[in-house]
């Protein structure tokens, strides 16, 4: 009500009605929720006793999402544990790879890999991207000849390095080329450096995933700090699948790469073969 002055004044008695309303609202608002399962009050008697393996009631048996994603990817690993997984020892059984070890005076086996970290492997693009299960799956086997002109590489290309369903990219196919024509160039250029100045590709037959191939490569002629290079690739029935005619160049500029002399004969020292 209004008072003298014109303000509202509320006496004791409205303030008690007012105040009963909105109590009597809250408890038949609870009612509602209790009656439809909305609300549950707990106690000793609701209560079920946890049984030995762990579990609770259906609510605190409920998983979180780190908890979910921790139990399947156990589960995928469990899974992945069973998968057979290509070994070197598979390479090593190839035609190619048997040619070579059956002539340890003209061949010797080297890293494909180098260096050894784990830490520059990793922040190298084909040990760091490419070197995966179902992709390179095992690290290729390295055969150099004695004349340090000629190399054989054996590896298994697995299903997710493919372009087209079943078929290993081109892309691909180009990154390894690019990554064994350097060999020759590397072990011959001075101060054993070698950096691409082009690649040329032929694609003659489609190159079919997850099985073991054999690329081969030698320096074909060699002029100052130029290198010209020459490789094939076969899968392991020995067929054509594709060609590849790369240029090395070794830098003037003699800070632009160190120079990696040390590492050629750290490699000569740590993989001696027959010569």
Known sequence: MLNSKGKY?????MLAVWAGGYILVGISSTLVAV???????????????AVEDGSNDTESSEMTDAEMH??????????DAKLPRMTDAELLQSTAARECLDN????????????RSDIKRKSAFVPGTMYAENKLSVEPVVFMNRDRKQ??????????????????????????????????AFWN?????????????????????????????????????KAEIAAQLEDSQGNLLSEAEALYISP??????????????????VFPGNF
């Open 151 to 184: 190399f054989v590489v054996i590896t298994h290309i697995g299903k997710e390095m493919c372009g087209h369903d079943d078929i290993v990219h081109g892309g691909v196919q180009a990154t390894l080329f690019d990554e064994i024509t350097a060999r020759p």
């Open 35 to 49: 009656s439809q399962g909305w609300l549950r009050f707990a106690n000793d008697a609701d209560e079920k006793p």
């Open 189 to 225: 250029l001075p101060r054993n450096v070698a950096l691409t100045a082009s690649l040329k590709i032929a694609y003659h037959k489609p190159a079919i995933a997850d099985q073991i191939f054999v690329f081969r490569t030698h320096l074909a002629k060699m002029e100052g700090r």
């Open 252 to 269: 003037k500029n003699a800070t632009l790469v160190q120079d990696q002399t040390s590492q050629v004969e750290k490699i000569e020292n």
């Open 9 to 13: 004044v509320f006496s004791r008695s």
């Open 70 to 79: 921790k139990l399947l990817e156990g589960q995928v690993d469990a899974i």
């Open 104 to 115: 340890p005076d003209e061949w010797k086996r080297v890293p494909f890999f180098w260096p």
